[in-house]
């Protein structure tokens, strides 16, 4: 594992991915910053993290023999590795919100965004870039239902240890990759998703609302919905949101 601090950075992310167009970056490379001035989150939203009080990483991950049609459990095991470490510190109800959110009730406290490089049919390298709301007591006020750890127990955290953590269980979850253990690894994140199975109203990029509710993810990563009408219908990542 190669280790990589910096006091600020636009973002650990394509930091990392600049580092690998030049060298031939050690497995597990991280690249953490104090301060991230532009961080991104899912089809370029953006994260914001106050300096010196959460987890801004990226991890280059290599060496996969994953098929780019299997990616959706790279998924699973990356937020199941996030999920896991956090749960540890939380009482309260945690879960995955599709497709790599991490959520506190109906906050959001964790995002991960997730970029593949494919080869041949495989996933040959990935980055994981993570931010972990953890210390932070305000947020703006335009960004609502957001948490930290901090703000949910009352109790300060030693971000290198919670490092320390995420990438150890990481690691174990991302070398578990193999189609046997496939099936275990969806249902570990179907029991975990975020209202799976509640009647919901949705939103679509066109302002359409709709009732219905959570059942799974389809094989290409996509969620599926049952409507009203018994119905399943199948989503990209910001076709849709919660009305």
């Not at 914001?48 to 959460?54: A, G, T, V």
């Not at 801004?56 to 990616?71: A, G, H, M, P, Y």
Request: proline residues 2%; positive net charge; charged residues 25%.
């Amino acid at each position: 594992m190669n280790l990589i601090k910096l006091n600020a950075i636009d973002s650990t992310s394509t930091f990392l991915k600049e580092m690998a167009k030049k060298s031939n970056l050690e497995n597990y490379t991280i690249v953490v910053t104090k301060s991230q001035t532009k961080g991104r989150g899912q089809r370029e939203s953006s994260w914001i993290s106050e300096p010196n009080k959460n987890l801004t990483f990226s991890v280059f991950i290599k060496d996969f023999e994953l098929l780019v049609l299997n990616q959706k459990y790279l998924n699973f095991a990356v937020c199941l590795a996030v999920f896991d470490v956090i749960k540890k510190h939380l009482n309260t109800n945690i879960f995955i919100k599709w497709p790599n959110d991490i959520m506190s009730a109906n906050q959001k406290i964790c995002g991960i965004l997730i970029e593949n490089k494919i080869a041949d049919a495989k996933i040959n390298q990935t980055i994981l870039g993570i931010g972990l709301n953890v210390n932070q007591d305000i947020f703006p006020m335009q960004f609502k239902n957001i948490s930290s750890l901090k703000k949910i127990t009352g109790k300060l955290y030693d971000l290198d240890q919670l490092l320390n953590e995420i990438i150890s269980v990481l690691k174990k979850r991302t070398q578990a990759l193999t189609t046997d253990k496939f099936l275990k690894l969806e249902q570990e994140y179907l029991n975990v998703l975020y209202k799976k199975n509640i009647p919901s109203m949705f939103k679509t990029a066109d302002n359409v609302l709709f009732m219905g509710k959570i059942v799974g993810v389809s094989k290409t990563g996509k969620l599926k919905i049952e409507l009203e009408n018994k119905t399943i219908k199948k989503f990209q990542i910001k076709e849709i949101s919660f009305a």
